[in-house]
């Protein structure tokens, strides 16, 4: 973590009220145009007001095979890419945050792993989730997490507007 703190009331990260300091802001990282600026938004929170990000990529399921070794290398061959878009993402955090996120990796149903996430990792504090900018709706997870489900999720769940801007997003973190 940083020790840049928020310059805007001088309080450094070291001496950063805890509550502050710990909180996590999760982003889910799938392969939508949105995803940027949920990163984008949870970055810039941490960088104004403390904390840390991490990053959650679900991977599909291997599909059932004759060959075992054949899945094996399938499996690795996603691992490694999952790996590597992470990587990618977490170069962008640590430019804003000054800090490196949380690198998570997951296989299986995107909804069912960010439940059993939630459920077992009590670092996460904010859901940071991004909306369709084209008004095709708001997506499988978000309409899940918020529909019948929300009163059971442990935390808060913030929504961003997919098509903010960089300058619409600064002024709002």
Known sequence: MSDSGNPATGESAATATPAKRDRVF??????SP????ALRYASLRVRNGGGRVALLRVMEPAEPMFWAGVGAMMAEERREEAEKVLSGLAAEVQEI???MPILLIR??????ALEALLAEDPRISILVLAAA???GGPGPLISSLVGRNAGRLP????IVPGGLSDAE????T
């Open 26 to 31: 999760l982003v889910v990282v799938d392969d």
């Open 34 to 37: 949105e995803r940027a600026v």
């Open 97 to 99: 945050t000054g800090g």
């Open 107 to 112: 296989e299986g149903d995107p909804r069912e």
């Open 133 to 135: 900018a084209d008004g």
């Open 155 to 158: 935390l808060p769940v913030t």
């Open 169 to 172: 997003l600064e002024r709002v």
